[in-house]
């Protein structure tokens, strides 16, 4: 018998809770957000919610479940170096209090040196620390048939000492279920993205 869709998810989203737990407790910390404090949500279109429609994009589902104002600051196709000219404008119009990067898909998938990516990913935590704003990551996988996440990822949070949602979009796309194409969620699997995410940032101490 095939089990019931909700318990399906129930039994992911249990599975996920657990991993999460185990992997946050070597994870620096976050401080607490304020209320009405920004985060900014920096990416390409895996932020910007290429599968889905704007209000199912992570984000926005994280603006619903945080109850803090969420910045879709996402650019379909953009490349890591493209991202790091375009932040500084974003920081100084949003004063955002903490930004979650999601970047670095499209160098991926253009085969682009994965050093290049990883030192424009430190130059954005640089940019983002001048303003006095709290930053964390999220690993993106390289293409494969099996995803795994791109070892870099994690070698610059561990650089910086901020924290990284680690495996999930690796976890989320590598089912049929989660995705709209190979690279994109759809809608149901943004909304695991950021249930993840809003349980992580509590886990470090950033939402109460």
Request: contains cysteine; negative net charge.
């Amino acid at each position: 018998m095939t089990p019931h869709p909700a318990m399906q998810s129930a039994v992911v989203a249990l599975l996920l809770a657990l991993l999460l737990s185990a992997c946050s407790e070597q994870q620096p910390a976050l401080q607490p957000l304020e209320p009405g404090d920004r985060i900014l949500a920096f990416g390409d279109s895996l932020t910007w919610g290429t599968g889905t429609d704007r209000e199912h994009a992570w984000p926005a589902v994280l603006a619903r479940l945080s109850g803090h104002p969420v910045i879709n600051a996402g650019v379909p196709g953009e490349i890591s170096a493209q991202g790091l000219q375009r932040l500084p404008g974003l920081l100084e119009a949003h004063h955002p209090a903490l930004v979650i990067l999601l970047h670095g898909g499209n160098d991926l998938l253009r085969k682009l040196p994965e050093k290049d990516i990883a030192a424009n990913l430190r130059a954005m935590i640089a940019q983002i620390r001048e303003k006095h704003a709290q930053v964390m990551l999220i690993a993106v996988p390289r293409p494969s048939l099996l995803l795994s996440d791109a070892d870099f990822y994690s070698g610059v949070a561990r650089e910086e000492n901020i924290p990284i949602l680690e495996d999930s979009l690796a976890d989320l796309l590598g089912s049929s279920a989660n995705r709209s194409d190979t690279v994109h969620l759809n809608r149901f699997g943004y909304g695991l993205l950021a249930r993840q995410l809003y349980q992580f940032i509590r886990q470090q101490g950033g939402l109460q």
